[in-house]
């Protein structure tokens, strides 16, 4: 029978992945040859009778084998602020506050240490409030998705270790400093902000900034856990760098976080205390994204200092010269906080198994993680 347009096959593949040829499958189904051929090329659907053959010669289920192009569904997405317009890109997708938002795996954002695989395709047109996604998953496998925003591995680490928990739980990270972070959340992006901003003005850590971003939704702030930021140093400390006024001495030179990062905050603050101009250190205007990037700048010699945290001095075998205890806290808007998959991921905080990985890490405090820190309602609009 001629196939139809729509139906489509993987028979050839799977065939080969077993190295079996289409005499080996056909004797094993009760077919001929030519039928293997033809379901292959396209040229013939199979009956259902030959299509369990064939699914039951090659161990695998019927879906596996056949399905209809028909079946790829499409949903309406609203893009993420950081869009590209105008070409098709991979997506990831999640549901947060009832609607569906679009995140672009580009750049930085497709990958970890492994490429992550998209859930859509799609592209944006420039201006267009929403586009149209055509999906490469499940759409019941999408609605168990928690997007989380900020800057921290550990925030990659508590993911994995919570989908482990929760099999079907499916966690996005998007890297973000932590008011870029605020600010996704703010605007319906994300359903959980990571920060480590302090205000020497109130001597707390995150709240007052919540407080001037947010809208007038009530939202919860919670603790992943407490860390030791500080200097990078180069592995022996060449150069004798114990301060952050040797800095200025001739021939360091550093790398310093973009605007809106907990530990660029930590170097003006420190630099300010002692009494040292920002442009006194050499290279503090130039800019990496992300603690590994400080980490890795270092560790190849591009750069004699640079803020980061203990755990990743350690992790890179850098020195580390300790500046600030800054905590580091989960900020979630109190409607998402009835959403199941989010339930999940925050239910897995204090969990053991979550507990050791963050102080196997080094220069953690996990004593308050998972505890409730501040339930706040923010004065003005974002």
Known sequence: MKQENDLCNNLKQIRLRLGMSQQDVAAIAGVSRQTIGGVESGQYAPSTTVALRLAKALGCQVEDLFWLEQDTAEIEAIPSQDFSVGRPLRLSLAQVGGRWIAHPLQDKQAFRLEMIPADGEGSHTANAPTMRVKLLDDLENLHQTVVLAGCTPALSLWARAA????????????????????????????????????????????????????????????????????????????????????????????????????????????????????????????????????????????????????????????????????????????????????????????????????????????????????????TRPC
Request: charged residues 15%; proline residues 5%.
């Open 163 to 378: 989908e482990r928990w929760h099999p079907h739980l499916r966690v996005h990270w998007t890297f973000d400093n932590s008011m870029s972070a605020l600010q996704k959340l703010c605007r319906g992006d994300v359903h959980v902000a990571g920060m480590h901003l302090y205000d020497p003005v109130t001597q707390e850590h995150n709240v007052s900034f919540v407080q001037a971003v947010l809208q007038e939704i009530p939202a919860v702030l919670i603790n992943l856990g407490s860390w030791e930021e500080g200097l990078l140093l180069q592995p022996g400390n060449p150069l004798n760098l114990k301060t952050v006024a040797d800095l200025t001495q001739p021939g360091v030179t550093i790398v310093n976080r973009e605007p809106g990062a907990g530990s660029r905050q930590v170097l003006e603050r420190s630099l300010q205390q002692a009494g040292i101009n920002n442009q006194a250190v050499k290279g503090f205007d130039h800019i990496v994204y992300g603690h590994l990037e400080v980490a890795q700048a270092i560790a190849a010699g591009q750069a004699a200092a640079g803020v980061s945290t203990a755990a990743v001095a350690a992790a890179f075998g850098l020195g580390f010269v300790p500046l600030h205890r800054s905590r580091y806290d989960l900020v979630v808007l109190q409607p998402y906080l009835d959403e199941a998959p989010v339930q999940q991921l925050l239910g897995t905080l204090g969990h053991r198994r979550v507990l050791l990985q963050l102080e196997a890490l080094g220069g953690y405090d996990t004593s308050q993680t998972g505890e409730v820190m501040a339930t706040v309602k923010p």
